[in-house]
């Protein structure tokens, strides 16, 4: 275990798989106090017992970032479980695909992403200000002074358009927005508000798509991203969650106490930034 977050306590949404349960585990090791939350129980509590297993401390909590009750809940864990009136580090990871393209695209397949990925993501944001924005008041208040604090968005190169991808293309541009935003109207108390738009990372999301299966990605077209990725980027194959894990870290961490407002690609240069 290293230290880069060292009694801390953060929060991180859709840690029972892929990037936020990678991010999870990275935290751990940095010492972090982890409120791990999925809509999914199972996967979740694995995450949870894996971090506690080895010498970590998590805590789990279901919840659908769609409902903003479950995400005040979420934030209520951090005096609930940890006996405190502060949160550090908000990671908003969890989201979805759902692709279709636009002419097919009913309301509802707009809407159930719009609410997962960037509604879901003013939830948590909403229901972490008492615990942020309005910690960092008393403190100033006692002290005088006020620490950093850290919110991480997650965008998407999708921002920028993508095939097939109306609804998530727009979410993810949408965070874009939130971000910079939140970075804004909070930059008075010291909460840094970050995004981080990962390229293609393998995880369910960009599996080849099995038969009757919502996510992942054509079997061609996750053939035509691997080429790109070797002509075009890095001489890599797909991105692995640690890779965004990593950036992550760096901005939950005081490595990044004086960047705010920032949207980071991390794409392994296989396209343009957004
Ligand atoms: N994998 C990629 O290539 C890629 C690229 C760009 C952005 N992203 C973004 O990264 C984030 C993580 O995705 P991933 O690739 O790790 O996918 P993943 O499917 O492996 O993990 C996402 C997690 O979010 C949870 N989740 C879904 N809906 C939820 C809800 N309503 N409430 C709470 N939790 C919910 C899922 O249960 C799952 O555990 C997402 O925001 C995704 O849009 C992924």
């Known amino acids: 275990m290293s230290n880069l977050l060292k009694n801390k306590v953060a929060v991180i949404t859709g840690a029972g798989r892929g990037i936020g349960q990678t991010t999870a585990f990275l935290f751990a090791k ?8 999925d809509i999914d129980k199972e996967p979740l509590d694995e995450t949870v017992s894996k971090i506690n297993s080895s010498g970590g401390n998590a805590i789990g909590v279901v919840c659908d970032v769609t409902k903003k009750d ?5 934030m209520k864990s951090a005096s609930n479980d940890f006996g405190t009136s502060s949160i550090d580090v ?9 692709d279709k393209m636009i002419h097919k695209m ?4 707009w809407n159930f992403i719009i609410g997962i990925n960037l509604t879901g993501t003013f939830n948590c944001i909403q229901a972490a200000e008492p ?9 100033e208040d006692k002290t005088g002074k006020i620490k950093t604090r850290s919110i991480i968005n997650i965008s998407s190169i999708s921002a920028m358009g993508n095939v097939g991808q109306a609804n998530y293309a ?11 935003t939140v970075a804004k109207e909070w930059a ?7 995004a981080v738009a990962p390229g293609y990372i393998e995880t369910r999301l960009t599996q080849v798509r099995k038969e009757g299966e919502d996510f992942g990605l054509p079997e061609k077209q996750r ?11 890095l001489n890599r194959e797909l991105g692995q969650p640690e890779d965004i894990a990593k950036v992550i870290l760096f901005f939950a961490s005081d490595l990044s106490s004086y960047v705010t407002g920032q949207v980071l690609t991390v794409a392994g240069g296989m396209m343009g930034t957004i």
């Open 223 to 233: 053939q035509m991203v691997s080429t790109m990725i070797k002509e075009t980027g």
């Open 70 to 74: 479950d995400c005040e809940k979420v």
């Open 90 to 98: 908000l990671a908003n990871i969890a989201g979805i695909t759902h």
């Open 131 to 139: 615990f942020m924005r309005q910690a960092a008041k008393e403190e």
């Open 188 to 194: 008075r108390f010291n909460i840094t508000c970050n």
């Open 30 to 37: 940095e010492g972090a106090k982890l409120i791990l939350s």
């Open 106 to 109: 009913t309301l509802e397949d």
């Open 170 to 180: 727009a979410s993810k541009a949408g965070i874009i927005g939130l971000t910079k």
